[in-house]
Structure formats: structure tokens, C-alpha cells
């Protein structure tokens, strides 16, 4: 069974309306949630194998700070330019591209990324209604596929959606 862990980038910066999309950092309270949520995980004794993430320092930072809680080794962050704003489509693509790990009895994924699209990659994959899924937002699917290349629509099953506000 694999395990995916859709998460949203934390509270971004707007302080300069100039700034380039790409490259807006995390502002105070994006730095106090994405550090909480990571722990909200780690409590429920979650093992993450793969950080995937948008290259976007947003995205970028929150993979960090959830790596960081997770000792996961920062260097081993799969960075994929495609997520940076990923249509549902995309996402599509981009993780029935991920290679498999056999030995992996059950691979879980933690992949960060961009609203609308993971808003919408989220709906399809579990046939859900989730009107928006908050910054830091948490959606947790269970995939009834054996690999990675299997993932289609409605091939999910929602376990979880936290964000901050909820907890």
C-alpha cells in the first residue's frame, strides 16, 4: 500500500508586492505552523520515506521545517520544478513517474506544493469535495496501488485533513 501526505505550503510573505512569486519567503505565522503540523504528524508515529516539494522557498521551507522535525536528511529533498503552481493533471504525472521502492512495504510520501492544483490533484485522487485546502493544510490518502505508476483518479481514500486552524 502507499501512503500520500498532500501538504501546502505554510503562510507566505506578502510584506513586498514587488517580490517575484517564486521566491516569497514564509512569513511569522507560516514558520510557527509549518513546524506544528510537522509535529501534529510525528505524534501520530508517521514515517515518511520521500520529501518531494515545489522548489518555490515557500514550499521549499515548509518541506525543511517538516524535514527537520522528521530528522529526515534535507539533502535527500527531491526537489521537482514541475510542482511550482502543478495543475491536478500535473500532479498526476509527476507521481506516477516516481520510482518505486520494493523493499518499501508501505511507501508514504510527503509532497508539497501549490493551491489550486493541490487543491484539485486532492478532489480527484479521493473523489473528495475539499473546497480549499488551507496554507499548511494536511490531506492524508491511503492508495489502493501497489506502485506509483498505478495512481488515477478515485483510486484514494481520505484518511486525514488538519491544518492549523483546526487543530
Not at 117 to 128: H, K, R, S
Not at 141 to 163: M, N, Q, V
Amino acid at each position: 500500500m502507499k501512503k500520500l501526505y498532500l501538504i501546502r505550503h505554510a503562510k507566505s510573505s506578502w510584506d513586498n508586492l514587488n517580490m517575484d512569486d517564486f521566491v516569497r519567503p514564509l512569513n511569522e505565522r507560516g514558520k510557527k505552523d509549518a513546524p506544528q503540523m510537522a509535529k501534529l504528524l510525528r505524534q501520530r508515529h508517521i514515517t515518511p520515506d520521500r520529501f518531494i516539494t515545489s522548489p518555490a522557498v515557500r514550499a521549499l521551507t515548509t518541506c525543511e521545517e517538516f524535514a527537520h522535525v522528521f530528522q529526515f536528511d534535507k539533502h535527500k529533498i527531491e526537489k521537482i520544478n514541475a510542482l511550482y503552481h502543478a495543475s491536478a493533471e500535473a500532479w498526476f504525472k509527476i507521481i506516477q513517474t516516481l520510482k518505486d521502492r520494493p523493499a518499501d512495504a508501505e511507501e508514504i510520501i510527503f509532497a508539497f506544493g501549490h493551491n489550486p492544483g493541490i487543491t484539485e490533484f486532492a478532489n480527484e485522487l479521493l473523489n473528495a469535495d475539499i473546497d480549499n485546502i488551507p496554507t499548511c493544510g494536511i490531506v492524508s490518502a491511503s492508495l489502493k496501488i501497489k506502485t506509483w505508476r498505478e495512481l488515477t483518479p478515485g483510486c484514494g481514500h481520505l484518511d486525514s485533513f488538519d491544518y492549523p486552524k483546526g487543530i
